[in-house]
């Protein structure tokens, strides 16, 4: 190991979703991290997303392979390092469906063009064009829906697998050459090679690993109406045998062809690590990392015994557009309206556990935008940003109104934030939000207390996520969170206080999923180390650490409104029994 060997990180992700267009700001984001896993350079290219319909949204393969090769190329360029420098890649991507006919190009997933505009050829995660066929494939209770908490969601791939099978002429299915995980996608832009993750086919394609089960269980898609990809022996979801199938970070092929080190700015044979999903990239980065350097050094001086001890109690939240939330354990547990228990989709050996939010800072945005008073709170913000501005207000109103606690400004202003459907615990894409205690104020004072509502709302959630985990057999009592909501300390407290969690934020909170995907290029490289818990422990960095705040009448108040997050939820669920009844 040398210090002059680097590893370059690249993440296909998605931002904000602006409302007024209906459309998703996605981006690719590279980074280099030095072998101490500190990092030194980033670079953000955008990618186009369509919304042709509503709750439709696509994207281009192509669009986004050369949105990756600009990246690599301008990091390169920044870091002014030389080729040789950089000693292995790794990719994570959203878990969205890319389309390929046999030749490996791109094939429309387009329904307003009849399919055929070919450049459209990616099913974004967030699409739920797919409700009905997730229904239908739940309506079976088939036991491969146990690994995804009973539940299966139309963000995964297999109920979009069904829509195109039931939605496109049967000559275009029949072309199909390959059905890809977009992470999958990219190794394969890299390396040429087909290889699957475990990550993407586990959480995402109901695959069920060695040891769960035997891949693909024909069963299961004979059940849903996919026996065509039986008869063809699952060719087009690939990993048909062992060796088509890799673990986060196994090396895939002989590294980068010699088109993408072109593309790239790459020497040929660069060790390429199997890609998985961005979240877990972001549970990479952080779950590993410590409180101080005393702590670190006791996960390393025993790792097996710190991996199966520090996994059940940590939980990885990362919080961006949608929050996903990660934890593990040796053992599988089971948790209703949890997606899991996955083995070996990120730790070989570990049962990970997933939840999630369908929309946070996506929600943040919409309550913010949908309020009379947003332009004129942004005049008034002028060189901040609109969050820094809400917070300072929501301060001022506090000293204003004489209220010893911030969380009494919203004390009768509850917000349930489903307004996306319900990702966790309850895995009900159906639900909506709701909001208790509107007035006809529209001015900013109202907007502020709306915003700090809904980060309220939000952490209600993540509440509700972790004693699900919790009640099953985990025993989380550390967030190690990260994402861009994470730039605002209001947020990150709120977490805290009404989880009662400890935070432990990364070095770089808006990194840590690309400097995950690094940590897959370090693997591959096998400089540093094979075994994925080190290097998690060895190259995660730490920022700052929260604590929840222990004054016993902000406790009592966080109580109360847990109590009412509750009791919406209910009360939701009531008024639909009545009205259908």
Request: aromatic share 6%; charged share 20%.
């Amino acid at each position: 190991m040398s210090k002059d060997d680097y590893f370059i990180g690249v993440d296909v992700g998605t931002g904000k979703q602006i409302l007024l267009i209906k459309a998703f700001i996605s981006s690719v984001r590279a980074a280099v991290i030095d072998s101490q896993g500190k990092l030194l350079c980033i670079d953000i290219q955008p990618i186009i997303t369509y919304n042709p319909k509503h709750d439709f949204y696509e994207q281009s393969s192509e669009n986004i392979w050369a949105s990756v090769t600009k990246c690599v190329c301008n990091i390169m360029q920044i870091s002014n390092l030389s080729p040789e420098n950089i000693k292995g890649i790794g990719f994570d991507a959203t878990c969205s469906l890319v389309v390929l006919d046999k030749q490996g190009q791109p094939m429309s997933v387009d329904l307003t063009s009849q399919f055929e505009e070919n450049s459209r050829n990616v099913i974004l995660w967030a699409d739920h064009r797919a409700i009905d066929q997730a229904n239908r494939i739940n309506a079976t209770h088939h036991p491969v829906l146990r690994y995804v908490g009973n539940t299966i969601s139309p963000e995964m791939e297999i109920p979009k697998t069904l829509w195109l099978k039931e939605n496109m002429p049967s000559s275009k299915w029949d072309a199909i050459g390959h059905l890809m995980d977009l992470p999958d996608f990219l190794t394969y832009k890299a390396t040429g090679e087909t290889t699957r993750s475990t990550c993407s086919l586990t959480c995402k394609c109901s695959y069920l690993p060695k040891l769960v089960g035997q891949g693909w269980e024909p069963s299961f898609f004979k059940t849903i109406g996919l026996e065509s990809l039986i008869d063809e022996e699952f060719h087009r979801l690939g990993a048909t045998t062992s060796d088509q199938l890799a673990q986060a970070g196994d090396q895939i092929g002989h590294g980068l062809n010699a088109e993408a080190a072109r593309d790239l700015g790459l020497l040929e044979g660069t060790p390429v690590g199997s890609a998985i999903i961005d979240a877990y990239a972001g549970a990479l980065a952080t779950l590993g990392a410590t409180s101080g350097d005393k702590e670190r050094s006791e996960l390393l001086n025993q790792l097996d015994q710190s991996l199966k001890a520090q996994g059940p109690s940590r939980l990885a939240v990362i919080c961006g557009t949608s929050s996903c939330h990660i934890t593990m354990s040796p053992n599988p547990i089971f948790v209703p309206g949890i997606w899991g228990p996955y083995r070996s989709v990120m730790v070989p050996d570990m049962w990970h556990a997933e939840g999630g939010q369908s929309s946070t800072g996506q929600l943040i945005d919409f309550m913010l935008n949908t309020h009379p008073a947003i332009n004129q709170a942004r005049e008034q913000a002028s060189n901040t940003d609109i969050y820094s501005f809400l917070t300072d207000h929501l301060k001022m109103l506090q000293s204003q109104r004489q209220l010893k606690h911030l969380e009494d400004l919203t004390r009768h202003l509850h917000i349930y934030p489903d307004f996306h459907g319900n990702r966790s615990p309850l895995a009900d894409p159906t639900l909506r939000g709701t909001i208790v205690g509107v007035s006809l104020d529209q001015s900013i004072d109202d907007l502020a207390l709306r915003y700090l509502a809904t980060l309220q709302s939000i952490a209600c959630q993540t509440r509700h996520i972790i004693e699900t985990l919790n009640k099953e057999g985990y025993t989380i009592d550390t967030l190690c969170i990260s994402g861009g909501l994470c730039k605002s300390s209001l947020f990150v407290q709120i977490i805290a206080n009404v989880t009662q969690c400890r935070l432990i934020m990364p070095e770089s909170i808006e990194g840590a999923v690309v400097i995950g995907a690094a940590f897959l290029g370090v693997r591959a490289s096998g400089l540093i180390s094979s075994d994925l818990w080190e290097i998690m422990v060895r190259l995660g960095r730490s920022g700052s650490t929260v604590l929840p705040n222990d004054d016993k009448e902000v406790k009592e108040l966080n109580e109360r409104r847990y109590k009412v997050f509750l009791a919406m939820l209910e009360d939701q669920k009531k008024y639909r029994e009545i009205m259908n009844s």
